[in-house]
């Protein structure tokens, strides 16, 4: 998150009170030290109700997504027959496990303590990463529901995007670097910036430092339509067809038993699919949006309401493993059944079952 709102209202606290380096004259060290001191005080929040309440909401998404997101690649992996088909779930669960271990702490550690203090790097890399995970997300989503349209409309033929672990492999590699060459102008734009104060060590803050304002509004409108609007009309689209499809189909009237059990799991596969991405949705739709009105106003209340949003959008790596636990059957007898074998005799059982493919 940038704490370009943190770095204005702070430098207009140090004028307010005339303690800024063109000041320093004014003020004797008595006065400038009573003046810090009332400053470092503001900067620890975490006896705020809003630090305290974040913090709340905080604890079981990072614990849930470590462990939900562990559990999805660990169930899905154990079957090797038809891992190239549940590629893109591996790469969505990966990326939310990065969120989850990468960008949770950074956003916990600037709620509780309002300085930069992880260096440079991070406050470049930590964003460009989060944008590229949420990216990677949806484009697995995307994938998801190509790959299913494609195999009902041409059930012989080929073509689908994970027929083979070659192609599903290689179009995981063109999301990664389209997500990456999307979020390419943070790792320019953001670094660090400093307010120089008389009597203190320099104050640090990780801002996106835009040559001109209207730099920042057209990117954020562009990421708003690259990664949210434009591949969520592509997913309407595809589980239109796919949805229309599956209801104009008769099962008793469809072939054999194998055929007709196929058909409920494309069905049961669809809707799961269908509240991943609704769910994914809410949760990130509504930072994007926030952070672009953000770019565009210059209003106090957007930045106070940016830190909740931004939980929504990190708990949605949380989110996809309990709607995986919940909806999938086959999902728990997987976890229970690994959780057995760790329990009798440390080693992998071969009667777990994995998660059920989703086409």
């Excluded at 304002?213 to 339509?225: H, I, K, P, S, T």
């Excluded at 989110?319 to 976890?335: D, G, H, Q, T």
Aim: proline share 4%; charged share 15%; hydrophobic share 50%.
């Amino acid at each position: 998150m940038d704490q370009l709102p943190d770095f204005y209202s702070y430098r207009i606290f140090f004028e307010n009170r005339n303690l800024t380096a063109q000041s320093k004259s004014t003020l004797n060290l008595s006065e400038a030290t009573e003046i810090l001191t009332e400053f470092k005080n503001s900067l620890f929040t975490l006896k705020t109700f809003t630090t305290v309440l974040l913090l709340t909401l905080y604890a079981p998404v990072f614990l849930f997504g470590l462990a939900g997101n562990f559990l999805i690649i660990a169930s899905i992996s154990a079957e090797k027959a038809k891992r190239s088909k549940m590629y893109f779930m591996i790469n969505l669960a990966l990326a939310d496990l990065a969120v989850t271990l990468l960008c949770i702490p950074t956003s916990v550690g600037t709620i509780v303590y309002g300085l930069w203090v992880y260096g440079r790097f991070l406050c470049k890399f930590i964003a460009f990463f989060q944008g590229v995970a949420v990216a990677v997300s949806i484009f697995s989503m995307m994938a998801m529901g190509i790959d299913l349209y494609i195999s009902l409309q041409h059930p012989a033929a080929k073509v689908r995007l994970s027929s083979t672990s070659a192609k599903s492999f290689a179009l995981i590699c063109i999301m990664w670097i389209v997500a990456a060459s999307f979020m390419g102008p943070l790792i320019y734009i953001r670094d660090i910036d400093t307010l120089d104060i008389p009597y203190s060590t320099d104050l640090t803050f990780c801002i996106e430092k835009w040559p001109h304002d209207r730099d920042r509004q057209a990117y954020g409108v562009f990421l708003l339509f690259a990664v949210f609007i434009i591949p969520a009309f592509i997913i309407g689209a595809c589980y239109g067809h796919v949805g229309k499809a599956l209801l104009k189909t008769d099962m008793h009237r469809s072939g054999s038993n194998t055929t007709i059990h196929r058909l409920i799991n494309r069905k049961l596969a669809a809707r799961m699919i269908i509240i991943l991405i609704v769910a994914f949705l809410v949760c990130w739709l509504p930072y994007n949006v926030l952070s672009a009105l953000a770019d565009l106003e210059n209003g106090p209340e957007l930045p106070r309401a940016l830190p909740f949003v931004l939980w929504l959008g990190h708990a949605h790596s949380a989110i996809n493993p309990a709607m995986y636990w919940l909806m999938n059957k086959r999902f728990r007898e997987s976890v229970c059944g690994m959780v057995k074998a760790v329990r009798i005799n440390h080693c992998i059982s071969t009667e777990t079952i994995s998660m059920a493919e989703y086409m």
